[in-house]
Nanobody, 120 residues
Framework: QVQLEESGGALVQAGGSLRLSCVASGRIFSINVMGWYRQAPGKQRELVANITSGGSTNYADSVKGRFTISRDNAKNTVYLQMNSLKAEDTAVYYC??????????????WGQGTQVTVSS
């Protein structure tokens, strides 16, 4: 009974900004890594950025310097601030989290995705 819900996707012009949010809810003991993936039509899903519970971050080379991932552990929420958006950023963005429903094991959970479209 864990769910991830993304929000914030929209249609924006190149050079614009968006802030994506993902909230984890349900039976949660703790959350390890949270991250964002994206998938464009005809392309494979790729990692955009992730962040550990301690705040260590990792970014795809294509978004370094433009995107910033952050999280609020108290709210079980991860954010993706996207600046200087490019047409190639157009994709469905999916939230991912490694979550312990209990203290004994963890699982990967995925959100339903939110569409980001960048027009040129």
């Amino acid at each position: 009974q864990v769910q991830l819900e993304e929000s914030g996707g929209a249609l924006v012009q190149a050079g614009g900004s968006l802030r994506l949010s993902c909230v984890a809810s349900g039976r949660i003991f703790s959350i390890n890594v949270m991250g964002w993936y994206r998938q464009a039509p005809g392309k494979q899903r790729e990692l955009v950025a992730n962040i550990t519970s301690g705040g260590s971050t990792n970014y795809a080379d294509s978004v370094k310097g433009r995107f910033t991932i952050s999280r609020d552990n108290a709210k079980n929420t991860v954010y993706l601030q996207m600046n200087s958006l490019k047409a190639e950023d157009t994709a469905v963005y999916y939230c991912n989290a490694q979550i312990w429903p209990t203290a004994w094991s963890f699982y990967d959970y995925w959100g339903q995705g939110t569409q980001v479209t960048v027009s040129s």
